[in-house]
Each structure stands twice: as C-alpha cells, then as structure tokens.
C-alpha cells in the first residue's frame, strides 16, 4: 500500500514538475475607431522609448511581425496601414533563478518573465483604427532551461503572431 502512495505522489509531483511553466495572456481590442479597409502595405514602427526595454525583447517582437506580414507576402512596405508598438513594460525574468530559488524547481512559485505592449493601428493620414494592448507572462521551471517548454521568446513570439492573424483577418 505505501509503495503506491509513493508511485502516485511520485507521478504527482512529476506532472507539477513539467507542466509548473505557464502562461498568463490578456488581449484587450479598444473599440472600433474607424471603419475597417483592406490595405496593400503595412509599416511597422517601434515607437518605444523606454530603457528598460532589451533590444532584444522589440527585435524578436518586430522580426515576428515582418514575417508573418511582410515576408510571407501577405503586404508589401508602405504606409497604407501603420502599426506602431510601444513596450511599457518587458522583463525576461530568469529561468535559472527561479530554478535555483522556487522549492524543487516548480516555477509556478518563482520569478516570472512579463511584458505589456501596445499596438496602434492607423491609417496613411494618421487616424486611428484600432488599440490593441497585450500583457502576457510566464513562469519558469527547469524545463526552460532545457527548451523543453515555452521561453519568453516563445511568448513574444506567439503574440506578435496574434496580432499578424488579427491585422490579416481585418485589414487584408
């Protein structure tokens, strides 16, 4: 009998263990300011002035975004659509602290790794389309550090790519 106590805490813990990364993401969409229209060009603008910003953190996030817009040929440059993106907030966090620090590497516990950018969209003479503000955070377990599970780059990533598939749905 506490052999299979043991087996079931043991697979408890396990599934903690791997599955203590997780994901917190909020995608706020203001209100329509102007009609939607179907555009040919796009020009992404980092409109971060912050230093607390890595370098890092807005070349993942903008090189994401030229691929699934640009590269993929989807629109070409111009300024038919302007997406202008602001980090207010961006911190990697640490994999490895949270591993060192969080009792038996949970990463649920531990240090977390956040951002908050929002996302302008405006037409060729300024006005506004829509607001868009994403606030998204992970925590870390061990299995970060070995790329098993999801990386803050993972999550830049994974929402820059909500917001191509949100300017392809409405404006392409």
Known sequence: MTKKILVIYISA???LFLFGCSSATE???SEEQMPTFKAK????IDKTTTENISAETIEI?????????????????????KIEYVFFQGDHGSPLLS?????FALGFVGVKGFF???IKLTNSKGDILRILEIKDSIN??????WGITSSYNDLLEKNADV???YIILHFN
């Open 27 to 29: 995608f706020i969409i």
């Open 61 to 81: 996030f903008e090189s994401r975004l030229k691929k699934k817009l640009l590269d993929d040929g989807l629109f070409q440059r111009g300024d038919d659509l």
């Open 99 to 103: 591993c060192c620090l969080t009792p």
């Open 116 to 118: 908050w950018v929002q």
């Open 13 to 15: 813990f396990a599934l």
């Open 41 to 44: 060009t796009v020009d992404i």
């Open 140 to 145: 870390y377990n061990i299995f970060n550090l």
């Open 163 to 165: 917001i191509s598939s």
